[in-house]
């Protein structure tokens, strides 16, 4: 069996972690159908578990560097981690409900012991009971080498000096031990949560087109929210009003397509990306992005310069292929350059009776979200229908 490096280990553990931040920032903050089902204290924001993780990999670098005898600050600095990596653990199992007691952790020699040694040499160097002393503890500049060394005086020994000695390496070893298997129970626990949350999806995935699109807006939003974030207009307020008028124009009824195809494609893309964290191709601990999935771009942003000096195209007499992206990126933002953006495109698709009929509805519109982005999203559909004709 291969010994790994401390460096090794700190590396497998952190990945450990952030898989477990990952899923916490890409999912369970986005979702309200996750965020029930763990345990907060009381009083408590969702920055909680990002700080409880931001601190904890930060702490790695501390118990995994090289310690020696002689360096009292580094193995102070080394126990304290430890005892702050235990507690950070401890709230974990907490907050993801996973079941292990703070008598559990007693019980567990891998928490204990190191637990102890911090206690009586930083914790507690005097301590007493109901008044009654019971020890006192000092630095030794004296004793085995790669040891945290300490004299100490106990009530058991009749306060006679003792020599404390701890091998460096069998702390970290013990902490490390106390890590994966409270790792492992701890994502347990989170992927039985998100399996449940993928079984959702697909139960979504299933009816989305098979009940009325009202009933389907509660379950989305129930279940799914996030998919507000992927588009204009895609908050429930906004789409049961289009619903409403679908029979009243095309870009009515095109954005209520879209949005049952977008749908689909972000609820696949979830799905897709969630059976990739679970079952990874390569081992448990490769690296995996955990971005929430993009479904097809739909606000398209400009590719060119911030600035709002010019505009940069391809000359009409070109070969190569005009992308409108930054005009469409331009008339998405509402901004200064919104008018400009609307006469270029007219002036270049002046036989399309739909882009020109939609730039017009959203220049009438320019403040009305739902009138505006309707149009807007069937123009960027027409437009990139010239597009594909020219790739």
Not at 39 to 57: E, L, M
Not at 117 to 144: C, F, Q, V
Not at 224 to 247: G, P, Q, T, W
Not at 289 to 309: A, C, G, H, Q
Request: glycine share 2%; net charge negative.
């Amino acid at each position: 069996m291969t010994v790994k490096t401390p460096e090794e280990t700190k590396e497998e553990l952190k990945k450990q972690m952030e898989r477990i931040r990952d899923l916490w920032n890409h999912y369970f903050l986005d979702y309200r159908s996750l965020l029930c089902m763990v345990r907060y204290p009381n009083n408590t924001n969702h920055k909680y578990v990002g700080i409880i993780i931001g601190n904890f990999i930060d702490t790695f670098d501390i118990i995994y560097q090289q310690h020696s005898s002689q360096s009292h600050s580094s193995n102070m600095s080394l126990m304290q981690s430890v005892y702050i990596q235990q507690d950070f653990i401890e709230e974990l199992l907490h907050i993801f409900k996973c079941g292990i007691s703070k008598s559990d952790l007693k019980a567990d020699d891998n928490y204990n012991i190191n637990r102890d040694i911090r206690n009586e040499l930083m914790g507690h160097p005097i301590r007493k009971i109901k008044g009654e002393l019971i020890s006192t503890t000092l630095l030794a500049y004296n004793g085995p080498d790669g040891c945290i060394n300490y004299m100490r005086y106990h009530k058991d020994n009749n306060f006679s000096f003792e020599m404390m000695s701890y091998n460096i390496e069998e702390i970290v070893s013990r902490h490390t031990e106390f890590i994966k298997t409270y790792f492992e129970k701890i994502i347990n626990s989170i992927n039985v949560m998100m399996k449940s949350f993928m079984d959702r999806l697909r139960h979504m995935n299933s009816i989305s087109d098979k009940i009325e699109f009202p009933r389907l807006l509660d379950f989305v939003f129930r279940c799914f929210e996030a998919i507000e974030k992927e588009e204009y207009v895609y908050d429930k307020e906004s789409l049961n009003k289009i619903y409403e008028k679908r029979n009243d124009h095309l870009r009515y009824q095109n954005l209520i397509d879209c949005f049952y195809s977008d749908l689909k494609e972000s609820i696949n893309g979830h799905l897709e990306n969630l059976d990739n964290i679970f079952n990874p191709k390569e081992d448990d601990f490769a690296d995996t992005k955990y971005e929430t999935p993009e479904i097809v771009v739909r606000i398209i942003k400009s590719l060119s310069s911030d600035s709002d000096d010019e505009f940069d195209f391809v000359p009409a007499d070109s070969n190569q292929r005009r992308s409108y992206n930054y005009e469409l990126g331009k008339l998405a933002e509402r901004g200064a350059l919104f008018m400009a953006s609307c006469n270029i495109l007219q002036n270049d698709f002046s036989d399309d009776e739909i882009i020109v009929q939609e730039l017009e509805h959203m220049k009438k519109n320019r403040y009305s979200d739902i009138e505006y982005y309707c149009s807007y999203r069937l123009v960027c559909q027409e437009v990139e229908k010239y597009e594909d004709a020219f790739s």
